[in-house]
């Protein structure tokens, strides 16, 4: 069974400074896909990001990016010039190739501070 | 577009009465997911449709729990007789299984559920 492990419960970061948040996974399989998900005081789960695990490339949305390290099964966000409207509690998954089910971390909350 | 949507945003019952949240997929979508989110074991998948066919249930707690899809733009999840310890936050959300946006689920605003 795949796990999806976030082992820092808050972080904070100053507005306008970069903040990274770690997430490791465990999978046997070798196609599947990570997602990072926000989850806002609105409760409502936002998309953030996405990575394919056979591209090598880490993928990058405007603020957002990662840093796929497949074979340390770690996958890491970094949200650069941060924003008071970035704060919220943040999601690592993982999906299996074929299976379309996501396997959610604990979630971290982020706090930014003015 | 609308999202996904879900009713209603917010339910209070008493133990024992019979609960239904509903939900309404994005249009053109093919998949069909109910979670449920609690602090104590966070975001946990009950079930998924495929096509309205219901693919796997494994997450469903008990037989008081069943979902069901009749067509391709609505959902049920109904809670039969409802206890205290159902109390949490229900999300429906929906993906499109092709392509490249492949496994991107999105999900609705939640229902928030208290059983007093």
């Known amino acids: 069974a795949q796990t999806v492990t976030q082992s820092q419960p808050e972080m904070s970061v100053q507005e306008a400074e970069t903040v990274t948040l770690s997430c490791t996974y465990d999978t046997s399989e070798s196609d599947y896909y990570l997602f990072w998900y926000k989850q806002p005081p609105s409760r409502q789960m936002i998309l953030v990001i996405r990575?394919?695990?056979?591209?090598?490339q880490n993928a990058t949305e405007n603020r957002f990016s990662v840093n796929f390290q497949k074979a340390a099964k770690s996958f890491s966000l970094k949200i650069s010039d941060s924003q008071l409207g970035d704060a919220a509690m943040y999601f690592c998954a993982c999906a299996q190739g074929g299976s379309e089910k996501l396997v959610f971390g604990k979630g971290m909350k982020l706090t930014v501070n003015p | 577009d609308a999202g996904v949507i879900q009713s209603p945003r917010h339910e209070v019952t008493e133990m024992g009465q019979e609960v239904t949240l509903r939900c309404k997929p994005i249009?053109?979508?093919?998949?069909l997911f109910w979670y449920r989110q609690t602090m104590m074991r966070g975001l946990e998948l009950l079930i998924y449709f495929n096509n309205n066919v219901p693919i796997d249930d494994s997450g469903m707690p008990e037989d008081r729990f069943s979902a069901k899809m009749p067509n391709a733009s609505f959902s049920t999840l109904k809670i039969q007789p409802s206890e205290p310890r159902d109390s949490a936050v229900y999300f429906c959300a929906s993906s499109f299984l092709a392509g490249t946006s492949a496994y991107e689920q999105y999900f609705g605003p939640g229902t928030r559920l208290t059983v007093t």
């Open positions: 990575q394919e695990a056979y591209k090598q």
């Open positions: 249009s053109g979508h093919n998949s």
